[in-house]
């Protein structure tokens, strides 16, 4: 099967995930992709298992005598909660001419050049694009799909040598759980990639360090007509509370190593507020900075208004995976390699979001992070590149030759 038929197949499931949720996977939704890659897994001769938790995890034996390193390749089935993944609709355009990408003409949507502008960089190619109601899926069923297909051909080329060879695939990666259960010892690689980047020459090993806020603002409700020193309306403290923050993180301002404080949601009456806020910085000293900003936040507030007006909760979510892949220069090499030789050229800027893998390197599973083949990810506007895909399959068979041959 062909790396795009196999993506839209997987496009048709419904696995959005659910930061408001308790369990795990978040959505049970997502367990109907797992189960059927389990299955095709299995279909295609590898040993694959499913846990409780939803991991699917595949192994494929060496088949050489050679003291071969163990690579694993990851990726993740869950799709953003930013936008709809329900009955994704997706349309192939082939040859793209440079033009307007008309997505919905009922309700005004349209993919442009003018406005995206690394869609002149794929002139000629076929694109898969939405039909500007729902999300793709490209983040990441384009990187699930690279994988199976690279399982597929190994499984019709059993002459290919390889050593063990681990895939997994994990839910939750959007609500940043992704890893949450995961058993990095059952995984059994000394190093791993996950999928789950943009361009398809991307090779990215340093991610922001990341945490959430919760800030919480207790008000004193009071009847309007009789509200004069009496009245703590929480909304107007909770927009005092965002003054007090720096206005320059904020991420609509911000760019490549510049760490923000993004306000994803609030809401709210006079009685209380509850707002969520994501903080970002790819430095660990300014990482620590922007959440003793929000402490210091919370404290005047809390001064002014008395003790209880405002609640802080900071959780850390996931780190800066450079530190620990700078010594790691065979793993980035390979990938290089890999890239270069589909003459491609690699790009090595810095994720401003994180992956899997992010996780796994501080778990002790070095794991830098290769793309895909898709843009515009967590919206309507999202698309993928039927080349780059084939692409990213070639890079995958390219990674196995390299570690075949660097142990002959």
Known sequence: MK??????????????????SKTYPSTAKQIALLKDLKQELDGLGVDATMDNFGYVIGKIKANTTQDVPAVAFIAHVDTSPDASGKDI???????????????????????????????NEHVGEDLIVTDGLTLLGADDKAGVAEIMTFVEYLHH?????????????????????????????????????????????????????AAGATVVINGKSVHPGSAKHKMLNSLMVAMEFDKLLPTHMRPEITEKYEGFNHLHNMAGNCEKTVMKYII??????????????????????NKKYGKDTCYLEIEDSYYNMREKLEDNETIINIAMNAIKNQNIHPVTEPIR????????TYMGLPCPNLGTGGYNFH??????????????????????????????
């Open 157 to 209: 080329h059993p002459d290919v040598s390889h050593g063990d060879i681990t895939v997994v695939f994990t839910p939750d990666e959007e609500v940043g759980n992704g890893t949450k259960y995961i058993d990095i010892e059952n995984i059994g690689a000394d190093f791993a990639y996950t999928l789950d980047g943009s361009y398809v020459g991307e090779l990215a090993y340093e991610n922001f360090n």
């Open 379 to 408: 919206g309507p506007y999202e698309y993928l590149s039927i080349n780059e895909m084939e692409k990213a399959v070639e890079i995958l068979k390219d990674i196995n030759n390299q570690i075949v041959s660097k142990e002959q």
């Open 353 to 360: 979001g994180g992956t899997d893998g992010a996780r796994l």
């Open 280 to 301: 970002r910085n790819h430095d660990k000293k300014t990482f620590a900075k922007q959440k003793e900003d929000f402490l210091n936040a919370s404290a005047f507030l």
């Open 89 to 119: 609709s997706p349309r192939i355009i082939y040859d793209y001419d440079g033009k307007d990408i008309i997505l919905n003409e009922e309700i005004g949507i349209t993919l442009s050049p003018d406005t995206f502008k690394n869609l």
């Open 3 to 20: 790396v795009h038929e196999r993506f839209l197949r997987y496009a048709k499931y419904d696995t959005q995930s659910d930061p408001e």
